[in-house]
């Protein structure tokens, strides 16, 4: 991606992998993604719901990310289910649809992780092959990587340094 996904894609994206899935209830009436899409930078947040009766018919299940932006927990909408009909068997189906959409959800972001980090600068230690292992560091400015950089230098022949808002990498080595 060479942008980061909105919310209204996630849920669009999910919705899609449910319905090809065979997994929304045959009682739904509608999903229905934000009309207010806002980019998700990070991977790390928690989707959240609120699975509840409406106010004059039926039951909704609205959807949102959370996650933490400078110590405050910030919230995005993705969409809504709803459904009219308002007996057990109808929550008990709303229910599942929420477990399958958090289920699906978390499974479609681990693999496209990378499609969900658009924040801070990576550091990645490169192996004697130039491949870089399986760890690495996410600093909050590019001034903190370099000094990680620097520091990794010390050990390892190659790192390499990106920077998760523009996708721009530069390869540092020992030898300079």
Not at 17 to 41: C, F, M
Not at 63 to 71: A, F, P, Q
Request: hydrophobic share 35%; net charge negative; with cysteine.
């Amino acid at each position: 991606m060479n942008k980061p996904m909105t919310t209204e894609e996630l849920f669009n994206e999910i919705h899609g992998i449910l319905k090809e899935n065979g997994k929304l209830p045959s009682i739904l009436d509608y999903g229905l993604a934000t009309r207010s899409p806002v980019p998700i930078k990070t991977y790390e947040f928690d989707l959240v719901n609120k699975l509840a009766l409406g106010g004059s018919e039926g039951i909704y299940l609205d959807l949102w990310i959370e996650h933490y932006v400078n110590d405050e927990k910030e919230r995005k909408r993705l969409g809504t289910f709803k459904t009219l009909y308002e007996d057990d068997e109808a929550m008990h189906a709303m229910a599942g649809l929420l477990a399958d959409f958090i289920i699906e959800g978390r499974t479609y972001v681990n693999a496209h992780l990378d499609d969900f980090i658009w924040e801070g600068v990576d550091v990645h230690a490169l192996d004697q092959n130039g491949k870089r292992y399986s760890w690495g560091y996410t600093c909050c400015d590019m001034e903190a990587a370099l000094q990680k950089k620097d520091e990794l230098l010390k050990k390892y022949l190659q790192v390499v340094v990106r920077d998760n808002a523009t996708r721009k990498e530069e390869m540092f080595s020992q030898d300079g």
